[in-house]
T-cell receptor, first 114, second 111 residues
């Protein structure tokens, strides 16, 4: 079975540009999470969805960040405008309700903002 | 202050050694705890859950001390392939579905 699929794997952009990261969760999973990982701060939860509905977005750094999940098989994380401090690896993960704690992560999107 | 704190290491140990990692969590309401493993430039993967009574999975033993709010991971008979970063995880304050990750402890097993 396919795991969590993220795109793009790598993105290099200039400050001020819009960045859109994409995620396809594992089919049948009802939770989807967006995490960001940096050396300084480790893995930080940005937002998570249950059955396509955002449940907790308290980790979203500021209004420049937005996330959507229009259907059970697709989610986006958008940064507009991007800043150098947004440079990080962004991970999407999905899980089953009954398997709390067992997150399946995608390979991540490595973002560099110049 | 992060909700889950770990010693970043690195821990350098010879093959066959026993190594232990600890982490502390700040939220006394946390109910679920886990260890994840992350290889260099890869995604995190669940290693094992941590149960109140302690649990083993082969060479790996996880323990929870609720009174002191710390979690431990013991690796016996270390293998070269155990080299990775080990992330300590606790659930969030309001929901079991939001997991807080520590920054990780780096382990290098040498021949």
């Amino acid at each position: 079975d396919a795991g969590v699929i993220q795109s793009p794997r790598h993105e290099v952009t200039e400050m001020g540009q819009e960045v859109t990261l994409r995620c396809k969760p594992i089919s049948g999973h009802d939770y989807l999470f967006w995490y960001r990982q940096t050396m300084m701060r480790g893995l930080e939860l940005l937002i998570y969805f249950n059955n396509n509905v955002p449940i907790d977005d308290s980790g979203m750094p500021e209004d420049r960040f937005s996330a959507k999940m229009p259907n059970a098989s697709f989610s986006t994380l958008k940064i507009q405008p991007s800043e150098p401090r947004d440079s990080a690896v962004y991970f999407c993960a999905s899980s089953f309700l009954v398997r709390v704690g067992e997150l399946f992560f995608g390979e991540g999107s490595r973002l560099t903002v110049l | 202050r992060k909700e889950v704190e770990q010693d970043p290491g690195p821990f350098n140990v010879p093959e066959g050694a026993t190594v232990a990692f600890n982490c502390t969590y700040s939220n006394s309401a946390s109910q679920s705890f886990f260890w994840y493993r992350q290889d260099c430039r890869k995604e995190p993967k669940l290693l094992m859950s941590v149960y109140s009574s302690g649990n083993e999975d082969g060479r790996f033993t996880a323990q929870l001390n609720r009174a002191s709010q710390y979690i431990s991971l013991l690796i016996r008979d270390s293998k070269l392939s155990d080299s990775a970063t080990y992330l300590c995880v606790a659930d969030g304050p309001n929901s079991g579905y939001a997991l807080n990750f520590g920054k990780g402890t780096s382990l290098l097993v040498t021949p």
